[in-house]
């Protein structure tokens, strides 16, 4: 059934700054998904939006927020430092954390790109909460070293005509000790631009999450 949010502007503390990201709420929000994007991209990203959109008319809140200020995503190598970018995602989960109307939500990460090496390492990292990831298009070679640590069920979805990507993702998947899947979508390219790619990228995460989330933690 399809709900609809409330949505507002939110300032996301991590550590000493604040960075600006979009909070939206469904009425009886069953999760919260925070959204870690990639390099060049931000809290405007049009396919992240669209991922989000689908995600609250399945009933999960969305935080889509930038990794980085402007002035930073200005300097490549920040756009590419991933322990960066996973310790401003962890940030983001402590501040979710704090919120009085979200503190009780199972809580997932999205990524893509980067932003997808970004999740993995924020979910490896020791106290995290996260219950559930999804990976689009994601570069987890990045992430090496902190895969084996991911305990959160971890879904890569990759274009099936994203050669080189797909097979990063192929050996991560390999490597991951977790709940785990690889959903390949068929004839698409890394950015799922071609008719129908992103409605299969949204239908996949909100089936992952609906089940990941909504399942008992041990």
Known sequence: MSKSAMTQIADVQVGPEKLPGVLS??????????FAHGSGSSRFSARNQRVAQSLQECGIATLLFDLLHEAEARIRRLVFDVPLLALRLRDAEWWVERQAALRHLPLGFFGASTGAAAA????ALDGSHVQAVVSRGGRP??????????????LLIVGGDDDAVLALNRKAYDELQCVKALEIVPGATHLFAEPGAMDQVSHLACDWFERQLAAPQF
């Open 25 to 34: 709420v469904p009425e009886d929000a069953q999760g919260i998904v925070l």
């Open 120 to 123: 993995l390492v924020a979910a």
């Open 141 to 154: 070679d990045l992430a090496k070293g902190h895969l084996r640590n991911v305990t959160a069920p971890t």
